[in-house]
């Protein structure tokens, strides 16, 4: 799309948000003129701790006094404005149908009043949570305070001394269980002179279950244990007593082995039957019952961890479940244990019913492609799956991509690009090595993955990208939030093709820009950790953070110097069939955090580094491997690929912009993000950084990387943006601008006195607005 297309939609969006900001801030303090003349707004409650010395879980009794706060204050936009409140007061609380109905019950939130609130039995609450934090004597009162239409709660809590744990006493070894649970007290989570807490004693209880359960107590559960506080020892400090209720049942005290072990992999859940006719299969202590030999035995052996004989492990149940369900081979899964007839020692057959998915699938979808390039349009894709291609659980794709993507922001014209792409990948579940680079207790499928990949990019006028690539790795679990990935053998081959005569000047005048471009081999190893706790949401905060290390031409580099005489020069490089190589190295992470402030507000920061550093066999990073700056997902300010390197400044007229790339890469970025109403969501931001070469460049100066210079070479840009958040699918409207440009001389980088939004030429130079699909990170 042209951006003097564009242009009016920034007025619009302006324009927009301008009245929707100016309309909240002009009404949104005077929404109290609705109520009722005897009503009042109950604004929140504020939570005052007095005690005579230090509160050492302070921030752990606060929390949980705050949980058991009610109601909550109307929300705020900005922590100012009751936005939804003014849509429900200007909707009438009479409307039911129609556009008020609408705005009412979709964008409003009725007035919370202070009648609502039942600050005594909050005070009831906040005593009984104290009690559990160990603070018996404490006292809570609270005071409201009424102004002329609004009004809130000051809860006023006195903790007191608390109380500390002055001995722990585990049953008397009576019986096998009693014993077991004994045995556990040197790994205690309670501590002799620690504050008494409700919540360690909870965790006590479910520490000792779950070792119980990895010993054969396999009716056992926690409620069959309690712990019984005496306070009237005096001192502030209790003694606990672990105890086995009396009336827990006879199976719980007994420790059960496994008997026969049967498998079915053709379960039928709805019908709960097995598939029938089913062959029977007994290998290595399981029976294995299934129609037509659908899977082969072995891959059942590799992940069911119990065996005859043991005694029931829970830790090898879960384990044996995950394993089974991460083959991607079957849509349910459970272990149903039932107790033998053995009266010498109790026992548990263990019944593993697995439900299988389709085998074979094919696919064809259309869908929207945005990319960190600016670049956007619709795309068509079309694969074959095979989820058990050798009866090993093997995971076969072979995917055919196409897209026309064009841009739709950030200055550029003229800018189209199509690319279609096959891809084909083998999943073995298993690691195909001779070094062992997993554990056994990882709960995911470890796998061995190959890779043929072919791919054609054609920037309409300007470049064709022919590519190669094929890969063997592996990919791997090694904790809950943490993945890896390993490709110890590596090869992509791209040939580009210049159509344009302005790029064919460009390239003329830069070499190190042309010998990237050369078609060339790229041989080598790479590695990626990923940690990504954002599935968590028992956590209140999330972060996220990506590692890669690419190395290349090394190995095939020493080789040919060991039977070469002479080194490779610029000029005259090794070659690969008659084909130069690249060989470099090259390391970056992105890091990001994300900090909850509200329900449904949250900060989230990002930071990214990366470098690359060409060497032997090439002197400059493949293009492939260069970083770039600006755009939709970078500094959004500015436009795709138009930042840097270093202070170079950007091209003087607005036709096709070459892209800008670098060895090194440097970005931060800081994004708040709010709700409006409903999916309609909002963000500020502000985002700095750059790129820079690590080798001069005689044809363009300031472009290399200077420790003592690089901060004030770095650009940033803010803005505002909009997000229609279905969750399912995001759609990002960004507006951004400038506040310091690198590329101007020292001392005159900072632009701010500069803005000037009434200027249209001003707006024209200097607004840079950005469509894309998903979050930017």
């Known amino acids: 799309m042209n951006i003097v297309m564009l242009y009016p939609m920034y007025k619009l969006y302006i324009y927009c948000v301008s009245i929707i900001i100016l309309a909240i801030s002009i009404t949104g303090c005077s929404t109290t003129r609705y109520l009722a003349e005897d009503e009042k707004l109950y604004t929140g409650a504020d939570i005052k701790l007095e005690s005579e010395e230090k509160i050492e879980n302070r921030r752990a009794v606060e929390r949980e006094l705050?949980?058991?706060?009610?109601?909550?204050?109307?929300?705020?936009?900005?922590?100012?404005?009751?936005?939804?409140?003014?849509?429900?007061?200007?909707?009438?609380?009479?409307?039911?149908?129609?556009?008020?109905?609408?705005?009412?019950?979709?964008?409003?939130?009725?007035?919370?009043?202070?009648?609502?609130?039942?600050?005594?039995?909050?005070?009831?609450?906040?005593?009984?949570?104290?009690?559990?934090?160990?603070?018996?004597?404490?006292?809570?009162?609270?005071?409201?305070?009424?102004?002329?239409?609004?009004?809130?709660?000051?809860?006023?809590?006195?903790?007191?001394?608390?109380?500390?744990?002055?001995?722990?006493?585990?049953?008397?070894?009576?019986?096998?269980?009693?014993?077991?649970?004994?045995?556990?007290?040197?790994?205690?989570?309670?501590?002799?002179?620690?504050?008494?807490?409700?919540?360690?004693?909870?965790?006590?209880?479910?520490?000792?279950?779950?070792?119980?359960?990895?010993?054969?107590?396999?009716?056992?559960?926690?409620?069959?244990?309690?712990?019984?506080?005496?306070?009237?020892?005096?001192?502030?400090?209790?003694?606990?007593?672990?105890?086995?209720?009396?009336?827990?049942?006879?199976?719980?005290?007994?420790?059960?082995?496994?008997?026969?072990?049967?498998?079915?992999?053709?379960?039928?859940?709805?019908?709960?039957?097995?598939?029938?006719?089913?062959?029977?299969?007994?290998?290595?202590?399981?029976?294995?019952?299934?129609?037509?030999?659908?899977?082969?035995?072995?891959?059942?052996?590799?992940?069911?961890?119990?065996?005859t004989g043991d005694y029931y492990n829970r830790q090898d149940h879960l384990l044996t479940i995950n394993r089974l369900m991460g083959l991607g081979m079957f849509k349910f899964g459970n272990v149903r244990f039932r107790e033998t007839d053995n009266v010498e020692q109790p026992s548990l057959d263990a019944h593993i019913y697995l439900t299988p998915v389709t085998e074979r699938s094919l696919r064809a979808e259309f869908r929207a492609v945005s990319k960190s390039n600016d670049l956007a349009g619709p795309g068509l894709s079309m694969g074959y799956r095979n989820r058990n291609l050798f009866r090993g659980a093997e995971l076969f794709t072979a995917d055919i991509n196409t897209s026309f993507e064009t841009q739709l922001g950030g200055g550029q014209r003229g800018l189209a690009l199509y690319q279609i792409g096959v891809e084909t990948e083998l999943q073995i579940p298993r690691i195909i090595s001779p070094i062992p680079i997993f554990t056994r207790e990882s709960l995911f499928v470890p796998r061995t993955r190959i890779r043929f990949g072919y791919d054609i990019l054609h920037r309409v006028d300007w470049l064709r990208i022919n590519s190669f690539s094929t890969r063997f790795g592996y990919v791997w679990m090694s904790g809950r939030y943490v993945r890896q990935e390993l490709n110890p053998i590596g090869l992509n081959y791209f040939r580009s093709t210049v159509i344009s005569s302005e790029l064919e000047d460009d390239l003329t005048e830069n070499p190190a820009r042309r010998r990237s471009l050369e078609s060339q081999f790229i041989i080598g190893t790479t590695y990626s950790l990923f940690f990504n706790n954002q599935t968590d949401a028992q956590r209140r905060n999330h972060v996220y953070f990506n590692f890669n290390v690419d190395l290349a031409g090394n190995t095939i580099n020493l080789l040919q110097s060991l039977f070469r005489s002479g080194a490779a020069t610029e000029d005259e490089p090794f070659t690969m069939f008659g084909i130069p190589y690249s060989q470099y190295a090259r390391a970056d992470f992105d890091l990001r955090y994300y900090l909850r402030t509200g329900e449904k507000s949250q900060i989230v920061t990002r930071l990214i580094a990366g470098v690359g550093v060409p060497y032997g066999n090439s002197t400059s990073m493949p293009y492939v491997k260069q970083y770039f700056s600006g755009g939709s997902n970078s500094i959004r300010a500015f436009p795709a690929r138009s930042l840097g390197p270093g202070i170079l400044p950007p091209p003087e007229d607005d036709g096709f912009i070459t892209d800008r790339t670098g060895d090194i890469r440097l970005e931060a970025n800081l994004e708040y993000r709010f709700p409006f109403v409903s999916i309609l969501k909002g963000a500020l931001f502000i985002d700095a950084g750059n790129i820079w070469m690590v080798r001069q460049d005689e044809t363009r100066e300031g472009v290399v990387f200077d420790f003592n210079a690089f901060a004030g070479e770095l650009a940033v840009g803010t803005g505002f943006g909009l997000r229609l958040d279905a969750s399912f699918f995001v759609i990002r409207f960004d507006i951004a601008f400038p506040l310091r440009k690198p590329y101007l001389p020292r001392g005159e980088r900072w632009v701010t006195d500069e803005i000037d939004f009434g200027n249209s030429q001003w707006r024209r130079d200097n607004l840079a607005f950005n469509i894309a699909i998903g979050y930017p990170f």
Do not use: C
């Not at 603070?135 to 500390?164: C, D, G, M, W």
């Not at 807490?197 to 070792?211: F, G, K, Q, T």
């Open 66 to 307: 705050e949980e058991v706060v009610r109601p909550r204050p109307n929300d705020k936009l900005f922590g100012l404005f009751r936005h939804r409140l003014w849509f429900y007061s200007v909707a009438g609380e009479e409307a039911d149908r129609g556009l008020r109905g609408w705005i009412k019950n979709r964008l409003g939130q009725p007035p919370v009043l202070v009648e609502h609130a039942n600050p005594e039995n909050t005070s009831i609450l906040m005593s009984n949570r104290l009690q559990n934090l160990g603070y018996f004597n404490a006292k809570v009162a609270y005071e409201i305070s009424e102004r002329k239409r609004t009004a809130n709660i000051l809860y006023t809590v006195q903790p007191h001394h608390p109380y500390r744990i002055n001995d722990i006493h585990f049953p008397e070894p009576d019986m096998e269980l009693t014993e077991e649970i004994r045995n556990t007290k040197d790994e205690t989570l309670l501590r002799e002179g620690e504050i008494f807490n409700l919540s360690d004693l909870r965790a006590e209880r479910e520490r000792i279950d779950a070792v119980l359960k990895n010993r054969g107590f396999f009716y056992f559960n926690v409620d069959f244990m309690r712990f019984r506080a005496d306070s009237t020892i005096g001192n502030n400090q209790v003694d606990l007593f672990l105890t086995v209720r009396e009336d827990a049942p006879r199976a719980a005290q007994y420790r059960y082995r496994i008997g026969n072990i049967y498998l079915y992999p053709d379960y039928i859940l709805d019908r709960d039957v097995i598939s029938l006719p089913s062959d029977t299969i007994y290998t290595d202590g399981m029976y294995i019952i299934q129609h037509e030999n659908r899977f082969r035995p072995e891959i059942f052996d590799r992940y069911v961890f119990f065996n």
